[in-house]
């Protein structure tokens, strides 16, 4: 499945939804906690946008019994891309991130859509683009504005009750990959399935990945623009690995950073186990 269309391999793990114009979308539950329990299939679902969605897939998300959608992207993000409304769904806007649309080249701030894959071309050969690749993790975790809407994030799934969630960002890969880090820890998932399900996403978009480092390198792209690549167009596992290092460092577990900028209480804690945990 990747940036322009569906992978029907990926059907064949049942952690995926059977969707067509969805990429990376997929059910978090099934996963085992540290005590032995599973988190609970249908009801927490992540993946990208609902811009290319057709109406089967929000059939397929109607009947799932979607409930909430949200929505990590930004403004600029949204232009021409817009989420199909899925009917009965309340549709929730959270932007995350820390790029500043005054700081990009004209290429890109000019366009009335955002299309995605000239964006990422152009970013590969940009100097700043570059380094923002290896900052964006640490961006968005201990940037106090993602954090706040990280923590409205997980307040919301605390406070919505009964029925199933979909959350997203463009590629349902960085934004949405952190935001099902949390979950999954909250809910007592052990670290390296939590890696396990980040990394799920480089299989999704491996082709995509393949074909955009050939683009760079016919054009003359070295290690840098690659770097780019791998990072906007793949989920960058060894920068993940390391904010997860930071975090541990910094708060001295993930509980820790999830109590602390992130807010939760116990009584959060116990509602999530107890809605989305069975065994």
Partial sequence: MGLFGRNKETWKDSRFLPVEGIPNARDIGGYRTSDGKTVKKGLLFRGASLAGATDGDLSYLRSA?????????????KRGKENRILPGAEMIDLPIGT????DAPESITSR???????VIMIAAFNTQAQE???KMYPSLVFNEDCQKQYASFLKGVVSAGEGT??????QGKDRTGLASAYLLSALGV????????????NRV?????RKFSRRVKLLGGKEPSLRVIRSFIGANLDNFLKVLGSIDDKFGSMEGYLRGPLGLSEEDFR???ERYLEG
Avoid: M, N, Q
């Avoid at 978009?205 to 990945?209: T, V």
């Fill in 205 to 209: 978009y491996e082709k995509d990945l």
């Fill in 190 to 201: 052990d670290r390296d399935t939590i890696v396990e399900d980040f990394d799920l996403t």
């Fill in 165 to 170: 969630l979909y959350y997203h960002c463009t």
């Fill in 132 to 134: 923002a690749a290896d």
């Fill in 99 to 102: 790029f500043d649309p005054g």
């Fill in 271 to 273: 509602i999530l186990r």
């Fill in 112 to 118: 009335k859509s955002f299309d995605l894959s000239k």
């Fill in 65 to 77: 019994g979607v409930k909430k959608v949200f929505d990590f992207r930004t403004d600029f993000e």
